[in-house]
């Protein structure tokens, strides 16, 4: 039989016990980087919290709970579009880069967050959305009027008598059609998102530089960081030749990477990142390890970071393997440990919950499997990023009726399948587990009836379950989600190997736990995830020997030997042995 031995046990057993770990990698050391230490906090301005009633979240909402966010131990802050916007698409559609959408506050308050944040010790990255605009932005306005306009050439426009230009794919028109015909100069104008974000020129030298300088702009104000949207789209073959049939849909593979777009990385490198002591990541990481690695290895002089969706792609309405998750996630590693930097991420603004798509948000798993998967974003090598929310398990809202969906991806969706005839039980379907409203609604801070978001009528529904998930309750109790959040966040910042450490993974054919360990010269971890919702029996490699739990999301470790007896989703860090 295994034996039971409470943590306070264990801690008699250790040989030599500490909090935090030598580190071998000193500030003077060219490997150190601010953004390989961050561990970023990803906040969805709209469903934060909101100060004026009016029901969206705003600046000053972030601005009263800076103190919450230094609390969780996060180092930096990563913000959605704050831009003026019509929010055709949330604040990804922008019609003025210089200015703050009203609904959010005014440059004032942004100032105040800013400053406040760095007060604290807390970086922030912005978002930039230069792959389009809004048709709302001036410069659309102009381009739009004539074809002899000096913005015209700001967009892509395809002259109709021309005939209709070869297909393109739009991933948020309600026809799936890229190209938009506009009589009044009768031309078609491409939009790879919605109808009302046209895509700018980025083979027009001028829009290069009128981003620069609005890059410029926030660098001047201070901000630490830019996460470039959509960024893997925006070069372009302007003759637009027709794609191979059956692959005009490809995204990735069609759409992604095309021309010159390292050149313009590397001229955005020169004007603004190597100006400024700013990090850079871009969305997605191209179509395989070659571009990833074009995009981000030092010596490119493009980004800091690569940001990969395969990890994000894993989860599936009907599930998904254990087996499959420990091979991308190790695959991505292995080819990343030598060179160039990625991102770790399993939730964001465009996908649903945390725990609903790879834990279990039933009652009885919900705290633990947050737990453990909270373990698993803060113990890999990468810079970790941390969706607002997850750190308390909030969970999937699950609509049924198209009516109480917002986003105009889920909206537009619904349109496309109607008018084709599709299975649209299949995509309601697909939509309560999957859809970016999931992911979207307001933050639970109390059991009140809008979960302390506003006094107003929220955007977009509070989740019913705030009654039990949210920061209230959980702030003092020790065992809550948020707690261990924090002391995962404390770990992660006492252990640089939790950064720096070479990964390796540990019983690759175990099907229900994860285990993996984190190496430099002077230290070794080791992390054990049990990602199933039954006990289940793990056998320590007899070349590990733990020395030391350093966090436990039960309060037990039941151990005999090299045998551990795991607890449904049971998550164990141990300090190895050197
Ligand atoms: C990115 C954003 C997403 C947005 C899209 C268009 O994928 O993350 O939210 O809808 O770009 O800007």
């Known amino acids: 039989m295994f034996r039971i031995l409470s943590i306070a046990f264990a ?3 250790i040989i030599g016990c500490k909090n935090s770990e030598e580190s071998t990698v000193t500030p003077s050391d060219p490997s150190h980087k601010w953004w390989k230490e961050a561990i970023i906090y990803q906040i969805y301005p709209r469903s934060f919290k909101d100060t004026d009633g009016d029901g969206v979240g705003d600046l000053k909402g972030i601005i009263e709970e800076l103190d919450y966010i230094q609390s969780l131990g996060v180092t930096a802050v990563w913000l959605n579009p704050i ?3 019509p929010n055709d698409d949330n604040g990804y559609d922008v019609s003025d880069y210089r200015a703050i959408m009203e609904d959010f506050g005014t440059m004032e308050d942004f100032d105040i967050m800013l400053k406040g944040m760095h007060e604290r010790n807390i970086k922030l990255v912005m978002d930039v959305v230069v792959n389009h605009s809004s048709d709302e932005h001036e410069w659309f306005k102009q381009s739009r009027s004539s074809r ?37 100069t009768n031309s ?36 630490d960081g830019f996460r470039l949207d959509a960024f893997q789209f925006a070069a372009k073959d302007t003759t637009f030749p027709k794609f191979p049939d059956g692959f005009e849909k490809n995204f990735t593979e069609y759409y992604a990477m095309q021309g010159d777009l390292h050149q313009y990385l590397k001229e955005m490198n020169a004007e603004v990142f190597s100006k400024y002591n700013v990090m850079s990541v871009s969305e997605g990481a191209g179509r395989n390890f070659v571009d990833a690695h074009n995009l981000v290895d030092e010596d490119r002089k493009e980004l800091d970071m690569a940001y990969a969706f395969d990890g994000v792609d894993i989860a599936k309405p009907n599930g998904y393997s254990l087996d499959h998750f420990k091979e991308v996630f190790t695959r991505w590693d292995s080819a990343f440990a030598k060179k160039g930097w990625l991102s770790i991420f399993l939730s964001n603004h465009d996908q649903s919950r945390l725990v609903s798509r790879y834990g279990n948000d039933s009652e009885a798993f919900r705290a633990p499997s947050t737990k453990m998967l909270n373990t698993f974003i803060l113990s890999m090598r990468g810079t970790p990023y941390c969706y607002y929310g997850d750190e308390l398990g909030m969970t999937n809202i699950g609509f049924d009726s198209i009516s109480q969906y917002q986003d105009i991806a889920a909206i537009n969706g619904y349109k496309k399948v109607m008018s084709q005839g599709g299975d649209i039980d299949a995509y309601m379907k697909g939509l309560k587990f999957g859809s970016r409203d999931n992911g979207r609604t307001p933050m639970q801070w109390d059991a009140s009836e809008n979960g302390g978001f506003t006094e107003g009528i929220p955007w977009l529904p509070v989740n019913d379950n705030k009654t039990v998930i949210n920061v209230q309750s959980q702030h003092d109790d020790p ?21 720096y450490g070479a990964y390796e993974l540990v019983q690759k054919e175990h099907h229900k736990v994860y285990a993996y360990t984190r190496t430099t010269a002077n230290s070794k971890l080791l992390v054990i995830l049990n990602f199933s919702e039954t006990p289940t029996e793990f ?40």
């Not at 913005?151 to 028109?173: I, M, V």
């Not at 065992?479 to 950064?499: A, D, E, I, Q, Y």
């Open 83 to 85: 831009y003026s916007s």
């Open 148 to 184: 002899d306009n000096p913005y015209r050439d700001y967009y892509h426009w395809w002259p109709a008598e021309k005939g209709k230009p070869n297909y393109r794919y739009s991933l948020f028109d309600e026809k799936g059609d890229a190209w938009r015909y506009d009589s009044l």
């Open 11 to 13: 801690l008699l057993l």
């Open 188 to 223: 078609y104008y491409l939009h790879y998102f919605a109808v009302k974000q046209p895509d700018l020129n980025w083979e027009n030298p001028k829009v290069r530089q009128e981003v620069y300088d609005i890059m410029k702009f926030w660098a001047e104000k201070g901000v």
């Open 539 to 578: 056998v320590i490699p007899k070349d590990l020997s733990p020395v030391e739990v350093l966090i436990d999301n039960y309060d037990q470790v039941a151990m005999e030997g090299n045998n551990l007896a795991l607890q449904p989703y049971q998550a164990i860090i141990f300090e190895i042995q050197k």
């Open 479 to 499: 065992n809550s989600v948020l707690n261990h959040f924090r002391k995962m966040t404390t770990l992660r910042k006492n252990f640089p190997v939790l950064v």
